[in-house]
T-cell receptor, first 116, second 115 residues
Framework: GAGVSQSPSNKVTEKGKDVELRCDPI?????LYWYRQSLGQGLEFLIY????????KSGLPSDRFSAERTGGSVSTLTIQRTQQEDSAVYLC??????????????FGDGTRLSIL | AQSVTQLGSHVSVSEGALVLLRCNYSSSVPPYLFWYVQYPNQGLQLLLK??????LVKGINGFEAEFKKSETSFHLTKPSAHMSDAAEYFCAVRGEMDSSYKLIFGSGTRLLVRP
């Protein structure tokens, strides 16, 4: 079946511009996660959505970052006024939420974001 | 707070040789541990996981890992390396308490396989 789909696969933009990254989770997965993978920081948790519950935004690095999940499916991560330190690979994952220990997170191929 | 330490940012082995990638964890609750593999320009793929029960866990592609509580370790091994095993490997621990959905990752180990 289809896995987690992320778009675009690559994004190059100028400093100060806004960007939107999209994630389409595996059908039926109610939990959705965003992570950031960068050279200096490794893999960092950004945000978590579960059904209609309030998202856990504790990993978002600044108020320039926001995310939403419409209709319990597709999610969009938005970065406003991008900075060079935002350059990274942004990974999305989804899982069945019944038992996090036994339900692995399935990752997309990521969006590689480069800020000029 | 949980943390994961992966010793060695790069490991190089010859094809057919033993692969050993080291992972040590810190957790205040019984840990749930994972190994993921990342091939170039791809996302993370789950290799194996330890939750409860048997401490020797078998995963895909011939990999296995042993949970050793006394050593707080979860090292990944494969008896005989294949060229296709060249990738980056990440060890991760589940977050604790109300953050059990989070994965806390190590910094990764890049495996190089020499012909």
């Amino acid at each position: 079946g289809a896995g987690v789909s992320q778009s675009p696969s690559n994004k190059v933009t100028e400093k100060g511009k806004d960007v939107e990254l999209r994630c389409d989770p595996i059908s039926g997965h109610t939990a959705l996660y965003w992570y950031r993978q960068s050279l200096g920081q490794g893999l960092e948790f950004l945000i978590y959505f579960q059904g209609n519950s309030a998202p856990d935004k504790s990993g978002l690095p600044s108020d320039r970052f926001s995310a939403e999940r419409t209709g319990g499916s597709v999610s969009t991560l938005t970065i406003q006024r991008t900075q060079q330190e935002d350059s990274a690979v942004y990974l999305c994952a989804s899982s069945l939420a019944t038992d996090y220990s036994n339900q692995p997170q399935h990752f997309g191929d990521g969006t590689r974001l480069s800020i000029l | 707070a949980q943390s994961v330490t992966q010793l060695g940012s790069h490991v190089s082995v010859s094809e057919g040789a033993l692969v050993l990638l080291r992972c040590n964890y810190s957790s205040s609750v019984p840990p749930y541990l994972f190994w993921y593999v990342q091939y170039p320009n791809q996302g993370l793929q789950l290799l194996l996981k330890y939750t409860t029960g048997a401490t020797l866990v078998k995963g895909i592609n011939g990999f296995e890992a042993e949970f050793k509580k006394s050593e707080t370790s979860f090292h990944l091994t494969k008896p005989s390396a294949h060229m296709s095993d060249a990738a980056e490997y990440f060890c991760a621990v589940r977050g604790e308490m109300d953050s059990s959905y989070k994965l806390i990752f190590g910094s990764g180990t890049r495996l190089l396989v020499r012909p």
